[in-house]
Every structure is written in structure tokens, then in C-alpha cells.
């Protein structure tokens, strides 16, 4: 089974700070993801990733940033929290033939 | 702007019935396609995959693919109150960037005793 791990379940930050989400997959897949999802919104992509030191922006790459230095692990980075970046955030990794996509448990993030 | 459409429900069925899920699309040139449920508070988890036109099955779970239409569903037979979640369309498209899943914003299915 593929396993996807995300640092934290919930995180309470105040704004300004710099947040740290991190992603592990233990599948050795190559394409990993940075989604977030809030209600009537639906998942939305913030950035993704095809190989390592590799990202590329998604539809929401505002405010955020990505790390990538190892395969098997995919960092979010907001470089300066704000209360409209209080959301559900959810890493996923994907097999690459069937491009099917694993979702961590996910982080809640609260930026007050 | 490519586009995945769901009715958002909540679609009630009572328990033992049929649930049928409807997705469209607009990416004509789509390929690939699934459906995650996603409980309340939690993450979505992939339970179908289809790729070519038709059905396929598993489990109570069958998954209708007509790609002329642009049109996908996840049937659900025999249904449980475990059944009741959000179940999320996605189709895989390709842009500049590479492939990437585009979401419905999901349908709420209420299963009753």
C-alpha cells in the first residue's frame, strides 16, 4: 500500500510566522503534490512536483513555495502566514503509468 | 479553464439501494479518471479508476465511463450507512506543466436507515 505522510494534523500559527509543511512518500514515486481545500472550493492546486529540485506552480501559487531536495519528501513553505491561508492543506503522490494520486491525512492549518 | 461538475447534493438514498454519482467534464482529451470518498474531517481516498469507455467493477462499487458524452459515474450498489461521504470526480489532463487531476467540488451522499 502506498503511504503518505504529512507532518502535522493540525497547526496553529500566528501571522507573519514562516510554516513548514512537510510530505513524505514511501513509493518511490516520482510526482508529488500541494493541494488545499476549503468548503464550496473544492481541492485546489498550489504547486507540484515531477523530480526532485523540480516544481512547478499550480493554480493557486500565491504565498506559498516548495522544497523538493529528496524524492521522497515535498515541503510547502508559506513564507509569511496570513488568516486566508487558514485551510485543510493535503499532500498527494502519484504512480506514474496509471496517474493515480495517494493523499496524505492532511494538515489543518489555522493562521490567526 | 478546464472543468470537472458534480451536483453537490446531498443525494439521499435509503440503505440497500442504488446510488449513481454523475460527473462531467470538459477536457475532451482526458483519459483517465476516478473517484475518492472523503469522510468529514478527513482525506480522500482513491476508490475507482477508469480508462476506457464502459464499465468497470469492484465490489459494489462500478464506475461507467462515455467519453463522446464527457460524462463519468460511480454507481454504488447495496448501500451502506458507512457509504455516506463526499465522493470527488477528478480527470487527469495535460497542460504545460504536466499531467494534473482536476477536481469536482464533490457530491454529499447521505445513506438512511
Known amino acids: 500500500d502506498v503511504k503518505v505522510t504529512q507532518s502535522s494534523r493540525y497547526l496553529v500559527k500566528r501571522t507573519g510566522e514562516k510554516v513548514f509543511l512537510e510530505c513524505v512518500q514511501d513509493?518511490?514515486?516520482?510526482?508529488m503534490f500541494w493541494y488545499r481545500q476549503d468548503p464550496g472550493l473544492g481541492l485546489r492546486l498550489i504547486y507540484f512536483s515531477y523530480d526532485v529540485k523540480m516544481k512547478e506552480k499550480g493554480d493557486i501559487p500565491e504565498g506559498y513555495s516548495v522544497s523538493r531536495e529528496k524524492k521522497e519528501r515535498f515541503s510547502l513553505i508559506l513564507e509569511s502566514a496570513s488568516t486566508n491561508q487558514t485551510s485543510m492543506y493535503l499532500c498527494?503522490?502519484?504512480?506514474?503509468?496509471?496517474?493515480?494520486?495517494?493523499f496524505g491525512p492532511g494538515t489543518r492549518l489555522t493562521v490567526t | 479553464q478546464k472543468e470537472v461538475e458534480q451536483n453537490s447534493g446531498p443525494l439521499s438514498v435509503p440503505e440497500g439501494a442504488i446510488a449513481s454519482l454523475n460527473c462531467t467534464y470538459s477536457d475532451r482529451v482526458s483519459q483517465s479518471f476516478f473517484w475518492y470518498r472523503q469522510y468529514s474531517g478527513k482525506s480522500p481516498e482513491l476508490i475507482m479508476s477508469i480508462y476506457s469507455n464502459g464499465d468497470k467493477e469492484d465490489g459494489r462499487f462500478t464506475a461507467q465511463l462515455n467519453k463522446a458524452s464527457q460524462y463519468v459515474s460511480l454507481l454504488i450498489r447495496d448501500s451502506q450507512p458507512s457509504d455516506s461521504a463526499t465522493y470527488l470526480c477528478a480527470v487527469n489532463s495535460f497542460t504545460g506543466g504536466g499531467n494534473k487531476l482536476t477536481f469536482g467540488t464533490g457530491t454529499q451522499l447521505k445513506v438512511e436507515l
Open positions: 513509493m518511490d514515486h516520482e510526482n
Open positions: 498527494a503522490s502519484r504512480d506514474g503509468p496509471s496517474y493515480e494520486q495517494y
